[in-house]
């Protein structure tokens, strides 16, 4: 008889098939403190929470028989997943269980704006009749912006096809293929700006997505537009929204989330007539509720019976012989595809992660999980190197790996390679006795450069004076240069500068170099 303790109030019709099941009994006991979770937890199997209950290490330590921890939601940062992989105990998550939820309130908020319904209901339940104030626009024949075609930005595009509207989709790793599948025209952030009649975000909050649709882009939109937001608060730029709407370019505004929360009393959406306003309500469903629920209870009893099973966010188990050869390299390999992930432009269509030497004769999946990993953490948040891999599948990126005995100049070389519909972009990297992890080769171009801090990827023509002409304009503009590294083929012909810097380069500097003589292309690259 497997035992289930459920430390958070989660619904009881979602856990029902633990209720149900023959071979588990099941425990609600919420509201415990630490010590008191600690005193109960070792004769437990599983173990449920939702947000309320931190699963610290202190009580990981204690649970000698879990297995699993479920947490009906998908946020996990209330667990300690590094405790938890240690002990061999799997944490489980439900995301897909808000995802209809999150799309109708999408919805609900894009004919509320478009229609001003709210606005119209506060008036008429003051007593006033005022029809002449509220004349809406239809749906039909608008063209909808949806920056973010994952889950939910893909269940909102079903939506408003159905609603007869033209639908424009942005996303890091939206191929034309998957585009063409959703009935989507592919387009860049700045393309749906000057041209979508509403826009909704659904991407996560990373350092790339914040304030993505800011002033630049308000500037490109015509008069009329709409912006709704049920993603995350900070996507879009409050206080650019705010001018946008002064300046007439915005004609409505729905939010579900604020930078934020809950927004101060004063904050400017809260007294604006044109903004429509809800309290982060997107997953506030009876039905969402639910079904996290039972995800979560459907993986529990997989686990607890030995079954395959989805949905974990820690590290597998790997045999002890393996993970002691990969172990050092799992923070390279992480870094090598952040670094990569930064680097490449456009849609990936193909990861290809070769390994040579010693790397070659041990199984380097979980290797390869750290990998991908880190070049899909750029755009997504909440991968791990356990859903890393299906993340990439259903963005239909092919995963590839190769391995060679051939080693020519490092006992072990890791070297990756992405490719979009344009180019490929491949970086190679080892671990060094006494120096530790390098970066050895960047495209064609070999380097010694160590992945960590403020990293500058320049690329440019072989001339002379080049190096003279980016110091100095990175010293007039207070950015110190740590370190320099050059890597060219031929003389004169094409090559690049990697920098380390003391702090990061702000967008001016950056357009400041791509201006300057012989220089291509400048990219920030942050590890």
């Known amino acids: 008889m497997f035992r289930v ?60 028989r879990l297995k699993v921890i479920g947490r009906a939601g998908v946020g996990v940062d209330n667990i300690d997943l590094e405790a938890a992989t240690q002990r061999g105990i799997v944490v489980i998550n439900a995301p897909d269980g808000n995802t209809i939820a999150t799309c109708e309130h999408t919805f609900a908020m894009i004919m509320s704006v478009a229609r001003q319904i709210p ?43 159905a609603f007869g509207m033209e639908v424009m989709g942005y996303d890091p790793f939206l191929s034309e293929e998957r585009a063409e599948k959703l009935g989507v025209a592919l387009a860049t952030v700045n393309e749906i700006a000057s041209k979508a009649d509403f826009i909704t975000v659904h991407t996560p909050l990373t350092k790339e997505t914040r ?21 995350r608060g900070g996507i879009i730029d409050e206080q650019a929204l705010v001018e946008a709407i002064d300046e007439g370019i915005v004609a409505g505004a729905a939010f579900d ?53 989805k949905n974990a966010v820690n590290m597998p188990p790997v045999p002890p012989n393996v993970r002691s050869k990969l172990q050092p390299y799992f923070h390279l390999g992480e870094n090598l595809g952040r670094f990569i992930g930064q680097a490449t432009e456009g849609a990936i269509r193909e990861i290809v992660v070769g390994y040579s030497g010693e790397l070659s004769e041990v199984d380097t999946s979980p290797l390869t999980r750290y990998v991908v990993k ?5 755009q997504l948040e909440a991968v791990n190197i356990v859903n890393a891999m299906h993340l990439a599948k259903t963005r239909g990126i092919n995963i590839v790996v190769q391995n060679s005995s051939e080693v020519k100049s490092f ?16 970086i190679g990297g080892t671990l060094l006795a006494g120096y530790g992890e390098r970066i050895v080769q960047i495209d064609q171009y070999p380097v010694d450069v160590t992945p960590q801090g403020n990293l500058l990827l320049v690329s440019h023509n072989d001339k002379p004076g080049i190096i003279g002409r980016v110091g100095t304009l990175l010293g007039n503009n207070d950015v110190n240069i740590a370190t320099m590294q050059v890597g060219r083929k031929v003389v004169g012909g094409s090559a690049i500068m990697v920098l380390t810097t003391d702090k990061p380069a702000s967008r001016d500097v950056l357009n400041q170099l791509e201006q300057l003589p012989e220089i291509k292309h400048v990219q920030e690259i942050s590890l």
Not at 213 to 224: E, V, Y
Request: hydrophobic share 40%.
């Open 5 to 64: 303790l459920v430390s958070d109030p989660i619904s009881d019709l979602g856990i029902q098939q633990l209720y149900d099941a023959a071979d588990v009994s099941v425990d609600k006991k919420t509201g415990l403190s630490e010590d008191e979770l600690i005193s109960v937890i070792g004769e437990y199997d599983a173990l449920l929470v939702r947000s309320q209950t931190k699963v610290t290490g202190r009580i990981m330590e204690a649970a000698t």
């Open 119 to 161: 606005q119209a209901y506060k008036k008429t339940v003051s007593g006033e009749w005022d029809r002449k104030s509220f004349v809406g626009v239809e749906l039909r024949n608008k063209v909808l912006g949806i920056v973010g075609m994952g889950r939910i930005g893909s269940e909102v595009a079903k939506r408003a096809k």
């Open 257 to 309: 989330v604020f930078e934020e929360e809950p927004p101060r009393a004063d904050h400017p959406f809260l007294n604006n007539p044109k903004i429509i306003v809800t309290p982060h309500l997107g997953a506030s469903t009876v039905e969402a509720q639910e079904n996290v629920a039972i995800d979560v209870s459907e993986e529990v009893l997989h686990i607890l019976r030995d079954e395959p099973f």
């Open 411 to 426: 006992t072990n070389l890791i070297t990756v390679t992405v490719k979009t519909k344009e180019n490929e972009r491949i």
């Open 374 to 378: 880190g070049i899909l953490g750029h």
């Open 211 to 231: 304030h993505m649709i800011s002033r630049p882009q308000f500037q490109l939109m015509k008069k009329g537009v709409r912006i709704i937001n049920c993603a």
